[in-house]
C-alpha cells in the first residue's frame, strides 16, 4: 500500500544533469611487494626507500603510483548515475537536512535502520519531494491469512 501512495508524487529531478565522463579504469593500487610477503597487506603505503624501484618510477615494475592525474572531474566526483550525490540518512531528523537541497543530494536509509523507523523516513521523505536511493527495501508488507 505504501508504494503505490509512493508512486503518485512525481519525483524530483536534478538541478544539472551532468554528463559524467569517467576517465581510463585503472588497477586498484596495491603495495609493493604484498603479493610476497603475508605481513605486508595490500592497502597503499608510500615507498619510502633510498633505493626503491617502485619510489624512483621505473619502467616494468608493475607497481603504479598514486597521483593526482588519477582523480576525477570536481563537477562530477561522487555525483550518483541518477544525478544526485548522496547523503545517508539514519533518521527521520536527518531529512531536515536535505529539505533546501533536494535538488542537488539524495537520501540513502542506512544498513542499519529497522523496518519501522524506514517506513517513518520515506512517508517523511515523500512529502519534503526528497529521493531516496533505497526507498523501498525492506517496506514489503505480509497479508495475513
Known amino acids: 500500500m505504501l508504494c503505490i501512495e509512493l508512486r503518485r508524487f512525481k519525483m524530483v529531478q536534478p538541478l544539472k544533469k551532468v554528463k559524467n565522463v569517467n576517465k581510463r579504469k585503472h588497477n586498484s593500487f596495491k603495495r609493493h611487494q604484498s603479493d610476497r610477503k603475508i605481513a605486508v597487506s595490500e592497502s597503499w603505503r608510500r615507498p619510502k626507500g633510498i ?79 526528497i529521493r531516496l536511493t533505497n526507498g523501498h527495501a525492506r517496506l514489503r508488507t505480509q497479508e495475513d491469512e
Open 51 to 129: 633505493d626503491s624501484r617502485v619510489r624512483r618510477k621505473f619502467k616494468g615494475c608493475g607497481i603504479i603510483m598514486p597521483n593526482i592525474g588519477y582523480g576525477t572531474n570536481k563537477k562530477t566526483r561522487h555525483v550518483l548515475p541518477n544525478g544526485f550525490k548522496k547523503i545517508v540518512v539514519s533518521n527521520v531528523k536527518d531529512l531536515e537536512l536535505l529539505m533546501m537541497h533536494n535538488r542537488r543530494y539524495c537520501g540513502e536509509v542506512a544498513h542499519n535502520v529497522s523496518t519501522l523507523k524506514r517506513k517513518a523516513i520515506v512517508e517523511r521523505a515523500a512529502e519534503l519531494n
